[in-house]
Structures are given as C-alpha cells and as structure tokens.
C-alpha cells in the first residue's frame, strides 16, 4: 500500500517566527494573546493528566467561552487559547505544563486521481475544504485537506494562493505529466518522487498572518489522527531566531509524530553559508540541505569583441542577439553627492537618468540592502535596456526577469567585462535570452543559500556536527504551480502551470518523496530505519566523478551536505540500517540537559521506570544509534570510544540470502587514527542486530575540524556512516569558506 504524505507548507520561504509567551500579533503592551498550553503526552495515556487537561480547559471556559482556539488529544495533550498575561501566569504555576509560543491547487493535472485505486480505509482524514467547497475538490490522489488560523472554519480554505505549497506537492508526490516547462524552457517530462502515493495538505500559513506555534502544533495533532505516514515540512525558524527544543512547535509536534511511526522531514533553512545556521536540528527529525542539479538557465552577455561571457538568469528578452547597445559601469552614472558605493551597486536615487537612457548596465551586488528585483527596477524605471548584476553567490539561482534583459555574471567574468568597457570608447553589448542547456558540470555543488553546520542545537549528533542530514535538489526546480497566478505570468500568455524555483523548501520534498517510497517499500519499518537507509547511501561525488563542492568551488564537508547527496534507489535496499530507538532519544534529552520532569512533558510515551542515566553529559550523544559519528572537543590524550548497532534488513525471514558477512573499510584524515571493533560482522539471519565499537585518537592535537567516514560491505550492499570531529582548539569549519 502506498504511503500518505502529509504536508505543512510555509507560504514564504522558510520564515516563520514563533515567540514563548503570547504569539506574533498578540496585544504586546500588556503580554495579552494567543498563548500555547502544552502538557505532554495524550490525555488517554496520562492518567490524572487528562482530568488536569480537563479541568484547566472547563475552567477557562466558563470565563471565556470564545477563548479556546485549539484542543491537542491526539499526539500531545494541551490547548491554544487567548489568555490574558495574569491568567497565563496562573497556568504556568501548574505541574506538569509547558508554555510555547500553504495549501495545493488540486485542479493541476500534476494531481490527477486516474491511476490511483481507493483510498486506503486505514484513512482518517477529511476534506474540510472551508469556503472554497464549491470549487476544491479532494480526490483520490489529494484525500485530505485542513487549514488553519483565525476565524470561522468555513472562511479557510487550504487553496494555494502563492504557489509554494502545489511546487513542493508535486515534487514530492506528483504523477508522471509529459512536455511540462516554464514557457518552453526546461521542457521535460517530469513526476514527483513517488508518484503513487497519496497527499494530504495541512495549511497552517496564510498570507495575510503567516504561521502561528498553536496551528503548527494543531496541523501535527491532526496528522497523527489521519494516519499520514511520512510529514514533510518546507519551512521552519530562522536560525536568529531557532529555539530550544522545548520551545520549538516543529521538534514538539515532530517528536510524537516519529513516537507514532511517521517519519519527519524539514528543511535546514536558507541561512546559508554562514556556518552553524541550520535548524530543524532535533534528532528524531530528517534534515535537508539543498544542492543544485545539471541543468541550468542560461543567460549569456556577448560584448563587441564578439567574447560571449556566460551568465545565468531567466529572461525572455525581445532585443538584438547582435551586440549594438551602449554598456556602463554603474558608478560612471553616478548622481552628485551620492556616494559611490551606492551608484556601483545600482541603488535607487544614485544614478543619474539621463547617462542610464539606453544604456546596458553593469551593477555590483555587494550590498544587502537591496536585492536584485530593486536594482532591475531602478535601471528600468529610468530607462536602461538591461543589468548585468555582478555577484558569485547568486548567479547560482535562476532569478525570473520577466521579459527585462537581465543575467548574474561572476566576479571573474565582471572584471573581463570590465576591462572590455575600459579598452574602448564605444563599448557595446546585448543580453541574450535564457535557454536552458542539460548535463551541466560539475553537479551537484551546495547551494550558496543552504543552511549548514554545525549547529549550536544539539553537540555531538549528526546535524550538530556536520549538519544537516542530507542533501538533495533544490535549485532551479522545475514543479507545477497555481493555475491564477499574475506574478508570474509573461505579458500576453497564460498563467503557468509550472514553474521554477529554488530554496532547502525544494529540496525537502524531494527527500519527502523518496522516503514514502522506501515506506512503500518496506511498511514495517521506522521512521529511523527509513533515515538510516536515506543517509547511509548516499553518495558524495558529482557528475565529474569528483568530490561534491560548494557553489564557489571549495571542497564541501559533511557540515553542508550531511551524509551527502541522496539518490533514489539506494534506500530500498540499504542491506543494513541503524534503528535510533525510543530509548535513544529520551536518552538524548538527557544528555541534552533535560530533567525527566521535562522530557515527560516532551515525549508521547515513556516506558516506566525510565530514568536518566546519573552521568548525563552532553559528550555522550555520541553514542546515540544515529547513522553517523559526531564527536566536539574531542581530546587527542584520552580518545573516544563510540558505539552503534546496525540491524540486518537484507534477505527475508525464511533466512534467503540473510546470512552474510560485512568487512569495514576506513577513510580517516591524516593526523587521526581510527580502529572498528570488530572488523567483520558476521549476520545470520534477518532482522539480526550486531553492534560494534569505534576508537578515535590522535597522537598531537587537531589544528581544525576533520572527517571521514566507516563503510559496512558484503561486496552487494555498501552502508557508509560519516564521522566529524571537533577539537578543543580546532575552529569550527570556518576556515574552508
């Protein structure tokens, strides 16, 4: 049976702001507002918790009887409610109470129902389709779909307005459509990553209030009664702005949600590439970098010595491909008194408009203060036929122009154009409309935008040291997209159906997709075999077969990619997998620095009798069973010992082809030993768990943060773990930028 794919979709990309006490949009000058009651685990699982849940709840309710904005029973026990600051006080007071503080088009074909068969009964969803019932319809490839925020029920409506949420749908989900492009470009025939499963859509952003801590925890409330089995969530904090795990909507509705067997996965963010900025960091959650793919859209600028520099951008421009129109340097049109910096960098108010008419210019985007879509407009706005936009960091991402002649050039190609306008009295030049060339080299390099390691939430875990996860496409994709949609739309031509974009919101969904497959695949298995078989294959050269890269050319390090780039096959069969079970992650919290009496309000369930371990220390996360090693302030003198234990999920349970012997192979940087004990495992039936020890040491001290990895083989099946280990003295990644 094909697997349910739930979706939380953002309507921007990855921000979304969540504050402890009352939530954004409360009356701030007396702490009155929406206020988030979070007690633990479900009220049936509780005991007494459920007469506390229930008595807090009528009480409030007999004061206020439109104050209850939402009710949690299903994953968590709690509420959302409009509370002053004196009751919110009061509450808080009580044991065993933690405060905290887009929608799909479904009339795109990319969503047709046609070779779908009915909808599994194990289904518990609904179509709650608000205002807009006389037009959404579900189907039997959408059969679910919510949305939240205030008001009535009837006035929501889970309709895409924006595109994010049909774009990151299709990725992951969407069936097999041929000849799909954006007005002819990047035509293909294109499909989500697992085309037979079904999608349901929890719209818990609008675009007049964005997202609240209390519909994000209502939206995994609801899911988990659904019975979705894998949630992929496209947003997430920024990392200025990214919480404990005990303040954090997204860790606290994820955690019951993998306790419940439905695997989590979220962006890292678009933070990138400042070191240390992922989020969606919690252990039980699966977290994507994004990565870019071997297609390009290609924009290219041919000056009057006839030298054609290469450039990137989507533009549909209606000017001569001969290069017969005047170029400028920004700052030689600069307006008196204005300072240079800003005329360069093609600010508005800096240029003067009567040197700009008819002219292609050439800008710096060395300011943060303006994005490009402010430099474009000026140089329109004052007459200028093109930009040519001089930045090494964004020329990656295709930025849409319309029909305004517009490309990103490299700094290296910027200083050739340049020396072209300089040697000249007459220089002259034309930008040339994009097309959209394949088999591009190398790919895939990490998108300058993504979010990487190490994160500061949690130490000693794979997305602390290196993080994320994972990595997969999310540049320049390709998706479908709202069929009303004016933004977008070229003058003259439909809306389109499909559109490109990039962000860590397009890489989730591919991963989103890839898991449901192996669910699809192997039913039985837990959201953190289903990560292990995702991580442990995944591969790290490129298209060059050379080591995968950053967009700027440098080596990439586990700390941006993870275990690497995902592929799709791979985890079917992963051969062996490291189940991270329960134990492990209350076990974490611990370690983490939690007391019991908050890892019980954390967590879903809790096996009696458990207790944290008496030396809870923040170095032993290392030992969690996560599928890579992650060790900080490591100290040469003494080492440090590390434990896994892999599970034997080749074969079958009548013993065929279950019995089998893996060797390890090490790939260790110089300066750092590594021993595995033992070095063969020898498996002799299915579902066999056989565990294992790896040793670290150093004669002399690690000048800087290194990596490597230990593969398992049986010569059919390869499962590789990537280790990363921070000194005391080393920095933290910063020198390879």
Known sequence: MKPLITFIFSLTSFFFCVSLFPEPGAAAAHNDGVYIVYMGAPASLKGSLEDDHAQLLNSLLERKQDALIHNYKNGFSGFAAHLSAEEARSIAEKPGVQFKEIGIWPESESFNDETMGPIPLRWNGTCANGHDSSTFNCNKKIIGARSYGAGEIKSRTPRDMMGHGTHVAYTAAGVEVKDVSYYGLAAVTAKGGSPGSRLAIYQVFSSQNGSHGSTVLAAFDDAI??????????????????????????????????????????????????????????????????????????????????????????????????????????????????????????????????????????????????????????????????????????????????????????????????????????????????????????????????????????????????????????????????????????????????????????????????????????????????????????????????????????????????????????????????????????????????????????????????????ESSIDLISNINYPSIAISNFDEKAGRRVNRTLTNVAGNVKMEDAKTVYNISIDAPAGLDVQVVPDKLHFSKFDEKLSYQVNFSAANPLKKDVFGSITWSNGKYKVRNTFAISSKSGSVALDKK
């Open 225 to 614: 009664a659904d019975g979705v089995d894998v949630l992929s969530l496209s947003f997430g904090s920024s990392s200025f702005l990214e919480q404990e795990f005990i303040n954090d909507p997204i860790a606290l509705g994820a955690f019951p949600s993998v306790q419940n067997g439905i695997t989590v996965v979220c962006s890292a963010g678009n933070d990138g590439p400042n070191p240390g900025s992922v989020v969606n960091s919690a252990p039980w959650i699966l977290t994507v970098a994004a990565s870019t793919i071997d297609r390009v859209f290609e924009s290219d600028v041919v000056l009057g010595n006839n030298k054609v520099i290469k450039g990137t951008g989507i533009n549909f421009a209606n000017i001569q491909n001969s290069p017969v129109y005047p170029i400028i340097y920004a700052k030689s049109a600069k307006k008196s008194g204005v300072d240079e910096n800003a005329t360069r960098n093609c600010e508005p108010n800096s240029m003067d408009q009567e040197i700009i008419k008819g002219k292609i210019f050439v800008c710096d985007n060395e300011d943060s203060l303006y994005p490009q879509i402010n430099k474009q407009d000026e140089v329109k706005k004052l007459g200028g036929i093109g930009v040519i936009l001089i930045d090494d960091e964004l020329r990656g991402v295709a930025f849409n122009f319309g029909t305004f002649p517009m490309t990103l050039i490299s700094s290296k190609d910027g200083a050739k154009v340049l020396s072209y306008i300089n040697s000249t009295k007459n220089p002259v030049a034309t930008i040339l409309p994009t097309t959209a060339p394949a088999n591009y080299k190398p790919a895939p390099t990490i998108a300058y935008f993504s979010s990487g390691g190490p994160s500061t939430i949690p130490k000693n875990i794979l997305k602390a040291n290196p993080s994320p996860d994972i990595a997969a496409p999310g540049v320049n994709i390709l998706a479908a997209w709202i069929g009303n949609d004016t933004v977008q739309t070229l003058k003259g031509k439909d809306p389109p159906l499909y559109n490109v974009f990039s962000g860590t919101s397009m890489a989730c969904p591919h991963v989103s997709g890839i898991a449901a497959a192996v669910k699809s695949r192997n039913p039985t298995w837990s959201p953190s075999a289903i990560r292990s078989a995702i991580m442990t294959t995944a591969v790290q050269t490129n298209n060059m077969k050379a080591p995968i890269t950053t967009e700027k050319g440098t080596a990439a390090t586990p700390y941006d990619f993870g275990a690497g780039e995902v592929i799709t096959t791979g985890p079917l069969q992963p051969g062996l997998v490291y189940e991270t079970t329960a134990i492990d992650y209350l076990n974490f919290l611990c370690y983490h620095g939690y007391n019991i009496a908050t890892i019980k309000i954390m967590a879903n369930t809790i096996p009696d009798g458990f207790t944290c371990p008496e």
